[in-house]
């Protein structure tokens, strides 16, 4: 059964009471950045005490600095002017339960919804698959802590990243929704002059 009706009632009611959002600023104001998980369970809004037209947010599986991640920080930085940057990943994220070589797997044994039990993630699905699964990096998260530092580290060292802006690391919790810092990790984001 598809939502496409609740989506677009709901879009309908947003928008009759839309009013002054019309006239945000492009830039955001409050001039920061966030990169986090697209998981259902984070609303960053509500644990950042964002409202529109705040700040940016970049969304993927993970969280993870991609090269299309770094893309959209370095745009935020150099046309829109955000200042600071968060990292936040996540705990019992689904980038955990997989590795690249499962993934890889899954998908050359059919494009259909995998289940995820127990034991991990399991075709259920029927062919056809596709091996081109295997070009291609998943960036799953063996650690969680390790994987905030790795992808703070990686900002910091690209070479269009400014030295200026502190990039932050933490995780956020499912269990208490509470921000979690990770030391390290803002310590390898940490600004200099």
Not at 74 to 89: A, D, N, P, R
Request: with cysteine; net charge negative.
């Amino acid at each position: 059964m598809s939502v496409l009706n609740e989506v677009l009632q709901a879009n309908a009611s947003y928008a009759a009471t839309f009013g002054d959002k019309a006239n945000l600023a492009l830039p955001p104001a409050r001039r920061f950045a966030i990169l986090t998980c697209m998981d259902a369970r984070l609303d960053p809004a509500k644990y950042a005490g964002l409202a529109e037209g705040d700040a940016h947010v970049i969304r993927n599986a993970g969280g993870r600095a991609s090269d299309d991640a770094i893309r959209s920080l370095v745009i935020s930085y150099k046309l829109l002017g955000t200042q600071e940057w968060f990292v936040v990943h996540h705990t019992d994220c689904g980038m955990e339960f997989f590795t690249n070589d499962v993934m890889s797997g899954l998908l050359e044994s059919s494009l259909e919804t995998a289940a995820l039990g127990a034991g991990g993630f399991t075709d259920v699905g029927k062919g056809p698959g596709s091996p081109e699964g295997k070009y291609i990096n998943w960036l799953t998260v063996a650690d969680q802590t390790g994987s905030v530092v790795e992808d703070v580290q990686r900002i910091r060292r690209h070479p269009l990243v400014p030295k200026n802006i502190p990039i932050y690391g933490y995780v956020y919790d499912v269990r208490s929704g509470k921000l979690i810092e990770v030391p390290a990790a803002t310590a390898a984001g940490k600004a200099s002059a």
